[in-house]
T-cell receptor, first 114, second 115 residues
Framework: QQQVKQSPQSLIVQKGGISIINCAYENTAFDYFPWYQQFPGKGPALLIAIRPDVSEKKEGRFTISFNKSAKQFSLHIMDSQPGDSATYFCAAPDPSNSGYALNFGKGTSLLVTP | NAGVTQTPKFQVLKTGQSMTLQCAQDMNHNSMYWYRQDPGMGLRLIYYSASEGTTDKGEVPNGYNVSRLNKREFSLRLESAAPSQTSVYFC??????????????FGEGSWLTVV
C-alpha cells in the first residue's frame, strides 16, 4: 500500500496570504497526483492534479509543485480567501490495486481569517 | 447529470442490525469505490470495483460486503453493524484517461451511526 504523509494537520492563514500544504509519497510508478478540497458536509472534490513529468502546474490561485527525486508534492494557494477555508487532501495511486484507487493523506484543515 | 448519488444520507443503526448503502453514477465510469472517512484518519478504501463484474478488497474491508450490480450501481452492505463502523461513507467513481490519469469523483456522503 502506498503511504501518503501530509502536513501540516491544520493551518491558519490571513486573507491575502499564501497557504502551503505538503505531501510525501513512496511509490513513483504511477502517473497522477491529485489534491482534493472538502467543505463540511460535502464530498471531496478534485481541485488540481499533476503528472510527474512536469514540475509545476498552475490553475488560477492554486499551484502544485512536484519534486520527483524527493517524492514530494505541495499545494500552494496564493492570495488565500475566506472561501478557501476547507479540508485539503493529497492523494497518490495505490500500487496494490494497480493504481485504480487513491490513497489519501490524513488531511489539512485550512482556516483563512478575514 | 447528477454525478455520484448515494442513499441514504443519514442512518442510525443498532448494533447487530444490517443495512445496505446504495450508490449510482451516471457518468458511464468503469470503476467504482467505497471509502470511509473518520476524524484524523483521512479517507480509507473499503472495497473497489475496477470494472463491471469485478470487486476487490481495499485497506479496511472487514465487516463489509459489496455488490457491483451493473456498470452504474455499486452497493455496500453491513451484515452486522458494530459501533466501530460509525463513520461517513463515500461512494466514488472514476474513468482512466491518458491525458488526466484516473480522476475519482465522490458522492455527497452517507452519515452512519451505530449505537
Amino acid at each position: 500500500q502506498q503511504q501518503v504523509k501530509q502536513s501540516p494537520q491544520s493551518l491558519i492563514v490571513q486573507k491575502g496570504g499564501i497557504s502551503i500544504i505538503n505531501c510525501a509519497y513512496e511509490n513513483t510508478a504511477f502517473d497522477y497526483f491529485p489534491w482534493y478540497q472538502q467543505f463540511p458536509g460535502k464530498g471531496p472534490a478534485l481541485l488540481i492534479a499533476i503528472r510527474p513529468d512536469v514540475s509545476e502546474k498552475k490553475e488560477g490561485r492554486f499551484t502544485i509543485s512536484f519534486n520527483k527525486s524527493a517524492k514530494q508534492f505541495s499545494l500552494h494557494i496564493m492570495d488565500s480567501q475566506p472561501g478557501d477555508s476547507a479540508t485539503y487532501f493529497c492523494a497518490a495511486p495505490d500500487p496494490s490495486n494497480s493504481g485504480y484507487a487513491l490513497n489519501f493523506g490524513k488531511g489539512t484543515s485550512l482556516l483563512v481569517t478575514p | 447529470n447528477a454525478g455520484v448519488t448515494q442513499t441514504p444520507k443519514f442512518q442510525v443503526l443498532k448494533t447487530g442490525q444490517s443495512m445496505t448503502l446504495q450508490c449510482a453514477q451516471d457518468m458511464n465510469h468503469n470503476s467504482m469505490y467505497w471509502y470511509r472517512q473518520d476524524p484524523g484518519m483521512g479517507l480509507r478504501l473499503i472495497y473497489y470495483s475496477a470494472s463491471e463484474g469485478t470487486t476487490d478488497k481495499g485497506e479496511v474491508p472487514n465487516g463489509y460486503n459489496v455488490s457491483r450490480l451493473n456498470k452504474r450501481e455499486f452497493s455496500l452492505r453491513l451484515e452486522s453493524a458494530a459501533p466501530s463502523q460509525t463513520s461517513v461513507y463515500f461512494c466514488a467513481s472514476s474513468i482512466r484517461q491518458a491525458s488526466s490519469g484516473n480522476t475519482i469523483y465522490f458522492g455527497e456522503g452517507s452519515w452512519l451511526t451505530v449505537v
